[in-house]
Protein backbone atom coordinates (compact mmCIF):
# COMPACT_ATOMS: atom_id res chain seq x y z
CA UNK A 1 0.00 0.00 0.00
CA UNK A 2 1.17 3.54 -0.79
CA UNK A 3 0.86 6.60 1.63
CA UNK A 4 -2.09 8.28 0.90
CA UNK A 5 -2.12 12.17 1.64
CA UNK A 6 -5.06 14.04 2.75
CA UNK A 7 -4.34 17.82 2.71
CA UNK A 8 -4.89 19.13 6.24
CA UNK A 9 -8.40 21.18 7.61
CA UNK A 10 -7.72 24.47 6.63
CA UNK A 11 -7.40 27.10 10.32
CA UNK A 12 -10.59 27.44 12.32
CA UNK A 13 -12.77 26.45 15.03
CA UNK A 14 -13.06 23.12 16.06
CA UNK A 15 -15.59 21.73 18.31
CA UNK A 16 -17.62 18.62 19.93
CA UNK A 17 -19.81 17.80 16.17
CA UNK A 18 -18.83 21.07 15.02
CA UNK A 19 -15.90 22.80 12.49
CA UNK A 20 -15.98 26.27 11.66
CA UNK A 21 -14.01 28.03 9.53
CA UNK A 22 -14.49 30.68 6.46
CA UNK A 23 -15.90 29.95 3.48
CA UNK A 24 -13.20 31.48 1.00
CA UNK A 25 -10.82 29.14 3.08
CA UNK A 26 -12.95 25.76 2.06
CA UNK A 27 -13.16 27.36 -1.25
CA UNK A 28 -9.77 28.05 -1.99
CA UNK A 29 -8.85 24.33 -0.45
CA UNK A 30 -11.36 23.23 -3.02
CA UNK A 31 -10.64 24.88 -6.50
CA UNK A 32 -7.09 24.46 -5.92
CA UNK A 33 -7.09 20.42 -5.82
CA UNK A 34 -9.14 20.13 -8.83
CA UNK A 35 -7.84 22.98 -11.33
CA UNK A 36 -8.55 22.20 -14.47
CA UNK A 37 -6.02 23.26 -17.22
CA UNK A 38 -6.23 24.45 -20.39
CA UNK A 39 -2.46 23.77 -22.28
CA UNK A 40 -2.36 26.45 -24.79
CA UNK A 41 1.28 24.66 -26.19
CA UNK A 42 2.92 25.80 -29.36
CA UNK A 43 6.23 24.40 -29.20
CA UNK A 44 9.10 22.49 -27.08
CA UNK A 45 7.81 23.60 -23.96
CA UNK A 46 4.36 22.02 -24.63
CA UNK A 47 6.65 18.52 -25.01
CA UNK A 48 7.73 19.22 -21.40
CA UNK A 49 4.03 19.53 -20.18
CA UNK A 50 3.40 15.53 -21.90
CA UNK A 51 6.19 14.77 -20.24
CA UNK A 52 4.53 16.28 -16.69
CA UNK A 53 1.29 14.52 -17.80
CA UNK A 54 2.58 11.24 -17.90
CA UNK A 55 2.75 8.42 -15.16
CA UNK A 56 6.47 9.67 -14.15
CA UNK A 57 5.38 12.85 -13.11
CA UNK A 58 2.12 12.52 -12.74
CA UNK A 59 0.53 15.53 -12.82
CA UNK A 60 -2.79 14.25 -12.15
CA UNK A 61 -1.70 14.18 -8.53
CA UNK A 62 -2.60 17.61 -8.28
CA UNK A 63 -6.06 17.50 -8.77
CA UNK A 64 -5.39 18.26 -12.87
CA UNK A 65 -6.14 14.59 -14.35
CA UNK A 66 -8.67 16.54 -16.31
CA UNK A 67 -7.34 18.62 -19.16
CA UNK A 68 -9.96 20.93 -20.26
CA UNK A 69 -9.77 21.25 -23.88
CA UNK A 70 -12.80 24.00 -23.88
CA UNK A 71 -11.78 27.35 -22.30
CA UNK A 72 -15.26 27.41 -21.27
CA UNK A 73 -14.57 24.74 -18.56
CA UNK A 74 -11.02 25.58 -17.87
CA UNK A 75 -9.97 27.22 -14.57
CA UNK A 76 -5.91 27.67 -15.66
CA UNK A 77 -4.77 28.63 -19.17
CA UNK A 78 -0.88 27.19 -19.35
CA UNK A 79 0.81 29.30 -22.04
CA UNK A 80 3.70 27.12 -23.26
CA UNK A 81 5.59 27.92 -26.40
CA UNK A 82 6.39 30.65 -28.83
CA UNK A 83 3.57 32.97 -29.29
CA UNK A 84 3.91 34.59 -32.86
CA UNK A 85 1.91 37.84 -33.19
CA UNK A 86 -0.16 36.55 -35.43
CA UNK A 87 -1.36 34.16 -32.88
CA UNK A 88 -1.67 36.56 -30.36
CA UNK A 89 -5.71 37.54 -30.99
CA UNK A 90 -6.17 33.78 -30.73
CA UNK A 91 -4.67 33.61 -27.33
CA UNK A 92 -6.65 36.57 -26.42
CA UNK A 93 -10.13 35.38 -27.16
CA UNK A 94 -9.15 31.66 -25.58
CA UNK A 95 -8.69 33.72 -22.65
CA UNK A 96 -11.55 35.67 -22.75
CA UNK A 97 -13.89 32.58 -23.29
CA UNK A 98 -12.61 31.36 -19.70
CA UNK A 99 -15.17 31.97 -16.91
CA UNK A 100 -13.67 33.21 -13.56
CA UNK A 101 -12.18 32.81 -11.79
CA UNK A 102 -9.12 32.09 -14.00
CA UNK A 103 -5.51 31.79 -13.95
CA UNK A 104 -2.80 32.15 -16.21
CA UNK A 105 0.69 30.54 -16.28
CA UNK A 106 3.33 31.68 -18.31
CA UNK A 107 5.42 28.52 -18.83
CA UNK A 108 9.34 29.15 -20.50
CA UNK A 109 11.39 31.62 -22.05
CA UNK A 110 9.32 32.58 -24.77
CA UNK A 111 5.83 33.11 -23.11
CA UNK A 112 7.75 34.83 -20.50
CA UNK A 113 9.43 37.61 -22.59
CA UNK A 114 9.71 36.69 -26.30
CA UNK A 115 13.37 34.04 -25.23
CA UNK A 116 15.52 34.11 -27.92
CA UNK A 117 12.87 35.11 -30.65
CA UNK A 118 13.64 38.67 -30.28
CA UNK A 119 12.21 39.83 -34.00
CA UNK A 120 9.39 41.72 -35.29
CA UNK A 121 6.94 38.51 -35.84
CA UNK A 122 7.13 37.33 -32.37
CA UNK A 123 5.14 38.53 -28.98
CA UNK A 124 8.06 40.23 -26.60
CA UNK A 125 5.60 37.99 -23.80
CA UNK A 126 2.19 37.00 -23.28
CA UNK A 127 1.76 39.64 -20.71
CA UNK A 128 1.55 42.03 -23.25
CA UNK A 129 -2.14 40.69 -23.98
CA UNK A 130 -3.43 38.71 -21.03
CA UNK A 131 -2.47 39.04 -16.91
CA UNK A 132 -0.04 36.51 -15.91
CA UNK A 133 -0.20 34.85 -12.31
CA UNK A 134 3.14 33.00 -12.66
CA UNK A 135 6.13 32.72 -15.05
CA UNK A 136 8.00 29.76 -15.08
CA UNK A 137 11.42 30.75 -16.28
CA UNK A 138 13.75 27.97 -18.49
CA UNK A 139 14.21 26.68 -21.94
CA UNK A 140 12.54 24.56 -22.20
CA UNK A 141 11.38 24.06 -18.24
CA UNK A 142 11.84 20.70 -16.70
CA UNK A 143 8.60 18.86 -15.80
CA UNK A 144 9.61 19.65 -12.37
CA UNK A 145 9.70 23.21 -12.45
CA UNK A 146 6.43 23.11 -14.32
CA UNK A 147 4.95 21.31 -11.15
CA UNK A 148 6.38 24.01 -8.81
CA UNK A 149 5.00 26.73 -11.03
CA UNK A 150 1.47 24.76 -10.53
CA UNK A 151 2.34 24.79 -6.95
CA UNK A 152 3.08 28.31 -6.68
CA UNK A 153 -0.73 28.50 -8.84
CA UNK A 154 -2.13 26.23 -6.29
CA UNK A 155 -0.94 28.73 -3.20
CA UNK A 156 -2.59 31.84 -5.04
CA UNK A 157 -6.09 30.40 -5.71
CA UNK A 158 -5.74 28.80 -2.04
CA UNK A 159 -5.37 32.40 -0.52
CA UNK A 160 -7.67 34.25 -2.91
CA UNK A 161 -10.55 36.42 -1.20
CA UNK A 162 -13.93 35.60 -2.48
CA UNK A 163 -14.66 38.84 -3.47
CA UNK A 164 -10.65 39.56 -5.45
CA UNK A 165 -12.20 39.65 -8.90
CA UNK A 166 -14.83 42.07 -8.12
CA UNK A 167 -12.84 44.79 -6.65
CA UNK A 168 -11.69 47.86 -8.24
CA UNK A 169 -8.34 46.84 -8.34
CA UNK A 170 -8.80 44.01 -9.88
CA UNK A 171 -11.02 45.22 -12.87
CA UNK A 172 -8.35 48.27 -13.28
CA UNK A 173 -5.78 45.73 -14.30
CA UNK A 174 -8.46 44.22 -16.46
CA UNK A 175 -8.98 47.02 -18.17
CA UNK A 176 -5.34 47.63 -18.61
CA UNK A 177 -5.36 45.24 -21.25
CA UNK A 178 -8.09 46.64 -22.63
CA UNK A 179 -10.60 43.75 -20.97
CA UNK A 180 -13.93 44.75 -20.06
CA UNK B 1 15.27 12.69 -77.47
CA UNK B 2 18.07 14.52 -77.43
CA UNK B 3 19.54 14.82 -73.60
CA UNK B 4 18.40 17.46 -71.79
CA UNK B 5 21.56 18.96 -69.92
CA UNK B 6 22.89 22.55 -68.55
CA UNK B 7 24.32 23.71 -71.96
CA UNK B 8 21.72 22.37 -74.33
CA UNK B 9 18.82 24.71 -71.95
CA UNK B 10 21.30 27.90 -72.47
CA UNK B 11 21.32 27.08 -76.31
CA UNK B 12 17.59 26.93 -76.07
CA UNK B 13 17.05 30.46 -74.29
CA UNK B 14 19.84 32.24 -76.55
CA UNK B 15 18.91 31.10 -79.61
CA UNK B 16 14.83 32.09 -78.57
CA UNK B 17 15.64 35.04 -76.16
CA UNK B 18 19.07 36.40 -77.11
CA UNK B 19 20.34 39.31 -75.33
CA UNK B 20 17.42 39.02 -72.71
CA UNK B 21 19.01 36.10 -71.17
CA UNK B 22 22.03 37.70 -69.52
CA UNK B 23 24.45 36.37 -66.56
CA UNK B 24 24.50 32.47 -67.15
CA UNK B 25 26.37 31.11 -64.74
CA UNK B 26 26.24 27.45 -63.13
CA UNK B 27 27.01 27.83 -59.38
CA UNK B 28 27.29 24.21 -58.44
CA UNK B 29 26.42 22.98 -60.86
CA UNK B 30 23.01 24.79 -60.61
CA UNK B 31 22.06 26.18 -63.97
CA UNK B 32 21.32 30.57 -63.28
CA UNK B 33 20.21 32.87 -65.74
CA UNK B 34 19.05 36.76 -64.91
CA UNK B 35 16.65 38.18 -67.93
CA UNK B 36 14.33 41.50 -67.54
CA UNK B 37 10.94 42.35 -66.56
CA UNK B 38 9.29 42.24 -69.38
CA UNK B 39 9.73 39.00 -70.74
CA UNK B 40 9.76 36.89 -67.60
CA UNK B 41 6.82 35.58 -68.23
CA UNK B 42 7.36 34.40 -71.95
CA UNK B 43 10.76 33.11 -70.31
CA UNK B 44 9.29 30.67 -67.57
CA UNK B 45 6.27 29.77 -69.94
CA UNK B 46 9.09 28.91 -72.60
CA UNK B 47 11.03 26.67 -70.02
CA UNK B 48 7.38 25.25 -69.20
CA UNK B 49 6.40 24.01 -72.29
CA UNK B 50 9.23 23.36 -74.51
CA UNK B 51 10.49 20.15 -75.32
CA UNK B 52 14.22 19.94 -74.60
CA UNK B 53 13.57 21.96 -71.39
CA UNK B 54 10.69 20.70 -69.89
CA UNK B 55 10.56 22.61 -67.01
CA UNK B 56 7.25 21.89 -65.65
CA UNK B 57 7.72 22.19 -61.71
CA UNK B 58 7.68 25.31 -59.76
CA UNK B 59 9.91 24.45 -56.70
CA UNK B 60 9.82 28.37 -55.48
CA UNK B 61 9.91 31.99 -55.88
CA UNK B 62 11.21 34.08 -53.55
CA UNK B 63 13.46 37.44 -53.10
CA UNK B 64 16.63 38.79 -52.54
CA UNK B 65 17.22 43.02 -51.22
CA UNK B 66 20.36 44.58 -52.32
CA UNK B 67 20.24 47.46 -50.73
CA UNK B 68 23.57 48.92 -51.89
CA UNK B 69 22.09 48.28 -55.86
CA UNK B 70 18.96 49.62 -54.66
CA UNK B 71 17.56 46.24 -56.34
CA UNK B 72 15.18 43.55 -55.87
CA UNK B 73 15.98 40.28 -57.16
CA UNK B 74 13.07 38.15 -57.79
CA UNK B 75 13.99 34.41 -57.96
CA UNK B 76 12.25 31.88 -59.58
CA UNK B 77 13.11 27.93 -59.11
CA UNK B 78 12.16 25.27 -61.79
CA UNK B 79 13.06 21.57 -61.67
CA UNK B 80 12.81 19.39 -64.65
CA UNK B 81 11.76 16.22 -62.80
CA UNK B 82 12.22 13.58 -66.26
CA UNK B 83 15.93 15.07 -67.04
CA UNK B 84 16.61 15.90 -63.36
CA UNK B 85 17.73 19.06 -63.71
CA UNK B 86 17.01 22.18 -62.19
CA UNK B 87 17.47 26.52 -63.25
CA UNK B 88 17.00 29.61 -61.49
CA UNK B 89 16.03 32.61 -62.87
CA UNK B 90 16.41 35.94 -61.47
CA UNK B 91 15.14 39.50 -62.81
CA UNK B 92 16.45 42.57 -60.80
CA UNK B 93 13.72 45.12 -60.52
CA UNK B 94 13.88 48.57 -58.54
CA UNK B 95 13.37 48.46 -55.07
CA UNK B 96 11.40 52.26 -55.45
CA UNK B 97 8.55 50.22 -58.37
CA UNK B 98 9.33 46.64 -56.82
CA UNK B 99 6.47 44.98 -59.56
CA UNK B 100 6.52 42.32 -61.59
CA UNK B 101 4.01 40.04 -63.49
CA UNK B 102 2.34 36.97 -61.93
CA UNK B 103 3.48 33.42 -62.58
CA UNK B 104 -0.12 32.49 -61.73
CA UNK B 105 -1.03 32.07 -65.32
CA UNK B 106 1.68 29.07 -65.71
CA UNK B 107 1.47 27.72 -62.17
CA UNK B 108 -1.64 27.62 -59.53
CA UNK B 109 0.73 27.10 -57.63
CA UNK B 110 2.59 30.49 -57.59
CA UNK B 111 -0.31 31.86 -55.80
CA UNK B 112 1.07 31.48 -52.16
CA UNK B 113 5.09 31.65 -53.33
CA UNK B 114 3.68 35.10 -54.48
CA UNK B 115 1.85 36.37 -51.81
CA UNK B 116 4.83 35.02 -49.13
CA UNK B 117 6.94 37.06 -51.65
CA UNK B 118 4.88 40.20 -51.46
CA UNK B 119 4.57 39.64 -47.40
CA UNK B 120 8.59 39.67 -47.30
CA UNK B 121 9.56 41.93 -49.77
CA UNK B 122 6.65 44.04 -50.94
CA UNK B 123 6.95 42.87 -54.43
CA UNK B 124 3.44 43.56 -56.13
CA UNK B 125 3.06 40.79 -58.51
CA UNK B 126 0.74 42.58 -60.87
CA UNK B 127 -2.79 40.04 -61.74
CA UNK B 128 -2.47 38.17 -58.94
CA UNK B 129 -5.96 37.58 -58.20
CA UNK B 130 -5.53 37.85 -54.23
CA UNK B 131 -2.11 39.17 -53.07
CA UNK B 132 -2.35 39.54 -49.72
CA UNK B 133 -0.05 39.01 -46.50
CA UNK B 134 0.13 35.17 -45.79
CA UNK B 135 2.46 34.56 -42.84
CA UNK B 136 2.74 38.00 -40.87
CA UNK B 137 -0.06 39.66 -38.98
CA UNK B 138 -2.09 42.11 -41.44
CA UNK B 139 -1.57 44.40 -38.71
CA UNK B 140 2.35 44.72 -39.90
CA UNK B 141 2.99 48.03 -41.53
CA UNK B 142 6.39 46.72 -43.34
CA UNK B 143 7.86 43.88 -45.37
CA UNK B 144 10.18 42.64 -42.60
CA UNK B 145 12.71 40.68 -44.96
CA UNK B 146 13.68 43.93 -46.61
CA UNK B 147 17.30 45.49 -45.17
CA UNK B 148 16.41 48.87 -43.91
CA UNK B 149 14.77 47.72 -40.68
CA UNK B 150 16.22 46.65 -37.24
CA UNK B 151 16.07 43.53 -36.48
CA UNK B 152 15.42 43.43 -33.21
CA UNK B 153 11.45 44.61 -31.58
CA UNK B 154 11.67 48.20 -30.34
CA UNK B 155 9.33 46.97 -27.53
CA UNK B 156 12.02 44.76 -25.87
CA UNK B 157 13.31 46.41 -22.68
CA UNK B 158 15.15 43.56 -20.53
CA UNK B 159 18.12 43.56 -23.00
CA UNK B 160 19.17 47.05 -22.35
CA UNK B 161 22.93 47.69 -21.43
CA UNK B 162 22.02 48.35 -17.64
CA UNK B 163 20.89 45.51 -16.76
CA UNK B 164 24.53 43.82 -18.42
CA UNK B 165 26.28 46.31 -16.77
CA UNK B 166 27.40 48.25 -19.90
Redesign the interface.
Given at each position: MSDINIVDAPPGIEGSGFFATSLDKVIGLARSHSLWPLPFATSCCGIEFMATMGSHYDFGRFGSERLSFSPRQADLLMVMGTI???M?PVLKQVYLQMAEPRWVMAVGACAS??GIF?????L?GID?IIPVDVYVPGCPPRPEAILDGFGKIQELVKNESGRRRDSDQYKQMLASYGIE | MAEVNNSSVIQLLADRFGAKISGVNEPYGLLTVETTKDVIIDVLKFLKETEGAGFAFLTDITAVHYPDTKHIAVVYHLHNMVNKIRIRVKVFIHEQTPSIPTATVLWNGANWMERETYDFFGVKFEGHPDLRRILNMDELNVHPMLKQYPLEDPNRVDKKDEYFGR
Open positions: AKKSSGDTYSVQE | -
